[in-house]
Nanobody, 126 residues
């Protein structure tokens, strides 16, 4: 069973930055497409950014130009660099892994993920 672990969440002010990280213990992530999801209170979970095994990426419109997803297969790490954060970015952020999907497919397939982390909270104050 692959266990994903997120880190890097926190509480910052609007306009500031955070970098989220995700790693897997004992298993390699290099063969999986990887996705960052988020879920705000009272809202459905949504895909934020996805990256495939060739590092092709996709983002939802609301974070384009502000967020950057990246992976380091040598370190078995996934990252989400978040700049110019806004209060509407407040949510629990989860990383997930899925085998065989394109970034677009993975971004829209929260129910189709193979593995999930437990999440890291991001809170943005005005």
């Amino acid at each position: 069973q692959v266990q994903l672990v997120e880190s890097g969440g926190g509480s910052v002010r609007s306009g500031e930055s955070l970098t989220l990280s995700c790693t897997a213990s004992k298993y390699t992530l290099s063969s999986y497409s990887l996705v960052w999801f988020r879920q705000a209170p009272g809202k459905e979970r949504e895909g934020v950014a996805a990256i495939d095994v060739n590092s092709r990426t996709i983002y939802i419109d609301s974070v384009k130009g502000r967020f950057t997803i990246s992976r380091d297969n040598a370190k078995n790490m996934l990252y989400l660099q978040m700049n110019n954060l806004k209060p509407e970015d407040t949510a629990m952020y989860y990383c997930a892994a899925v085998y065989g999907l394109t970034p677009a497919q993975a971004l829209g397939s929260s129910r189709g993920m193979d593995y999930w982390g437990k999440g890291t909270q991001v809170t943005i104050s005005p």
